[in-house]
């Protein structure tokens, strides 16, 4: 039995606590009043329920092409440096989960990976719902392999096999992609007006077809309004924000960093910025999912997009708390209980009631945050394998203690 004690923050209140946790089993046996004694040191830290980020790409497929990158050994390693204890891979493969037999033979190779993995399967043209009950995502615009629409009839014409699952959607409209791809800069090439208007049809689209519908990193503030107005007539959306837009603006870019910077959708400016954190303290975006791609140096410097999140994560929701004002509640919600209730439908029955409530029954997986110990990131510090980080020269104002996956603790 492993037993944490200290402050125990939820999406829904705040004590002083301790927790039991089922050795054999991984799963929360009892929450109780502290006595003294713990197994853990939690003292002047935060105890959250287990960290979750429902959008990474951890590269690794049946192909084994793009290992050198990722692969879930070295994506699990990131996460725990991160205080994340189960993650949700993309489908952007080289050999795309897209059909039953391509699903299984990818999540074969999750069972290295200490934390929970969870696959979403492709969708793309021609593809067919999978016999199994999956989430799916769907890439509106051009990204890695060849999952990706060119127009929005394309697009409908995939998304109406797919009615009622649950569907992602990378929101940028193809057509105006291609209108702008002779711009000057990468920002140019992909703006705002390309997001909002895949706002609009992917709302649309689930809306039509009663999907369970999620919009990835969203960048810009002016379809919020959008996804709120959907909301309030009983569609069933939720929305990602990413680290790096909350963080970082185009106001920020230079000659020397603009590569590293570099991801879709860009960055946006100031006010699109400071929107997104209003909007994340105001309880209007569900989940900080990093969008974590972890491409090689080499491959940055002609001008991949994508940077690498995992790492840092449990430090950036420090940054939120400490720099931004956002509650330690409300971290709890989109860092822990949302996540958890994504993945929820989806995990193997010995996950008991999931991830992201400190309860009995539930996974015994948690972060412990030091709001008091800075980390300074560094090449040197991070666990991924592409072993860089856009945060790289910054001190972020709190670090991750330990990460508990199942009853057993990792130090950070």
Known sequence: ML????????????????????????????????EGRSDVDAGGCLIFPGFGDVHIHAREDASGTQVYKEDFFSVSDAALHGGVVQVADMPNNVVAPVDDARYAAKELLTHKSVVQVTLYAGIGPGTSPLMRHVPYKAFMGPSVGDL???????????????????????????????????????????????????????LYLIEKYELVGKLCHYSTRGGLQKILAARARGVKVTCEVTPHHLFFDDSMITEENRLWLQMNPPLRGPEDRTALIAALKNGDLDYIATDHAPHTHAEKLKGASGVPHLDTYGAFAAWLMV??????????????????????????????????????????????????????????????????????????????????????????
Not at 158 to 180: M, Q, T, W
Not at 360 to 381: C, M
């Open 3 to 34: 037993r944490v004690e200290g402050r125990i923050v939820q999406h829904d209140g705040e004590f002083d606590g301790a927790i039991e946790i089922n050795s054999e089993t991984g799963l929360i046996e009892r929450v109780g009043p502290m």
């Open 148 to 202: 990706f629409f060119t127009s929005q009839a394309q697009l409908e014409e995939a998304i109406a096999k797919y009615r009622g699952r649950n569907v992602s959607f990378h929101c940028e409209d193809p057509e105006i992609l291609e209108a702008n791809k002779g711009a000057a800069t990468h920002e140019l090439k992909r703006p705002a007006e390309a997001e909002i208007s895949a706002t609009a049809f992917a």
């Open 323 to 412: 720099e931004q004002g956002v509650s330690a509640q409300t971290v709890a919600r989109v860092c822990s209980y949302n996540p958890g209730l994504f993945v929820r439908e989806f995990l193997p029955r010995e996950s008991g009631k999931g991830f992201g409530r400190i309860e009995a029954g539930y996974s015994g997986s948690l972060t412990i945050l030091d709001l008091n110990k800075p980390y300074v990131v560094t090449r040197e510090s991070v666990k991924t394998k592409c072993a860089w980080s856009p945060f790289e020269g910054y001190t972020l104002p709190g670090s991750v203690r330990w990460t508990v996956v199942k009853g057993k603790v990792y130090s950070a």
